[in-house]
């Protein structure tokens, strides 16, 4: 059974910097991508972030280029969102996200995480 955990979420101040963990088991994405999506209240789920899996290929969304930075960790089967400047319109729920396929403009993954919360507060 697969799964991705994610963790690291939590409160905290504009202007704050948090980082997200997701552990992966039930197999191994050494060679597959995996990224970051976000669904904010009343919003649609919307991507965040994608990487390849060597690590050399990296997408963000807009309006988190330059503040946000995915990263990975293919022994441990990890991936990392390390969040700065944050801000209000953060707040949501974070996806880990393994798996399927990308582009520069999308990415459609096969496996889901359940989540974390992040709340930037004003």
């Known amino acids: 059974q697969v799964q991705l955990v994610e963790s690291g979420g939590g409160l905290v101040q504009a202007g704050g910097s948090l980082r997200l963990s997701c552990a992966a088991s039930g197999r191994t994405f050494s060679t597959d991508p995996m990224g970051w999506f976000r669904q904010a209240p009343g919003k649609e789920r919307e991507f965040v972030a994608v990487?390849?899996?060597?690590?050399?290929?990296?997408y963000y969304e807009d309006s988190v280029k330059g503040r946000f930075t995915i990263s990975r960790d293919n022994v441990k089967n990890t991936v990392y969102l390390q969040m700065n400047s944050l801000k209000p319109e953060d707040t949501a729920v974070y996806y880990c996200?393994?798996?399927?396929?990308?582009?520069?403009?999308?990415?459609?993954?096969?496996?889901w995480g359940q989540g974390t919360q992040v709340t930037v507060s004003s």
């Open positions: 996200a393994g798996g399927g396929a990308y582009s520069s403009s999308r990415y459609n993954p096969v496996y």
């Open positions: 990487m390849s899996w060597s690590g050399l290929w990296t």
